[in-house]
C-alpha cells in the first residue's frame, strides 16, 4: 500500500500560481502512475492530471490545460501540479492518487485509482 501526503494548497487571487505537492510513501513510487483530482463544495469529484510512471505520458482536463502542468521526481517520490492562471472556478481540494499499472507510459482509466490522499485546499478569491 502507498500513502499519500498532498501539500502546498492556499489562498490565492485570481491570476496567481500556486504548487502543489503529493509525497507517496510506503511502496515503490515508480511502480504507480499519479494523478489529480479535485472537488469543488456540492460538486462531484473531477480528474484534474494525470502522469504516467515514466513521466513521459500526461493527461490533462480540457478545464486546466495550458494553465496546469503535472511532472514527478522519482528520486524524490514526488508529484507535482503546478497551477499557473488561477481562476475562481478552481476553488476546490484537491487530492492526489496513485495507481499501480505494469507499462511505463501508460495513463490509467479515470476511474482506476486505488489509493488517496487526504487533500489539499485551493481557494482562488476574484
Known amino acids: 500500500q502507498v500513502q499519500l501526503v498532498e501539500s502546498g494548497g492556499g489562498l490565492v487571487q485570481a491570476g496567481d500560481s500556486l504548487r502543489l505537492s503529493c509525497a507517496a510513501s510506503?511502496?515503490?513510487?515508480?511502480?504507480?502512475?499519479m494523478g489529480w483530482f479535485r472537488q469543488a463544495p456540492g460538486k462531484e469529484r473531477e480528474f484534474v492530471s494525470a502522469?504516467?510512471?515514466?513521466?513521459?505520458?500526461?493527461d490533462y482536463a480540457d478545464s486546466v490545460k495550458g494553465r496546469f502542468t503535472i511532472s514527478r521526481d522519482n528520486a524524490e517520490n514526488t508529484v507535482y501540479l503546478q497551477m499557473n492562471s488561477l481562476k475562481p472556478g478552481d476553488t476546490a481540494v484537491y487530492y492526489c492518487?496513485?495507481?499501480?499499472?505494469?507499462?511505463?507510459?501508460?495513463?490509467?482509466?479515470?476511474?482506476?485509482?486505488?489509493?488517496w490522499g487526504q487533500g489539499t485546499q485551493v481557494t482562488v478569491s476574484s
Open positions: 510506503g511502496r515503490t513510487f515508480t511502480d504507480y502512475a
Open positions: 492518487a496513485a495507481d499501480r499499472v505494469g507499462r511505463l507510459d501508460y495513463i490509467p482509466s479515470r476511474e482506476g485509482y486505488d489509493y
Open positions: 502522469i504516467s510512471r515514466s513521466g513521459r505520458n500526461t
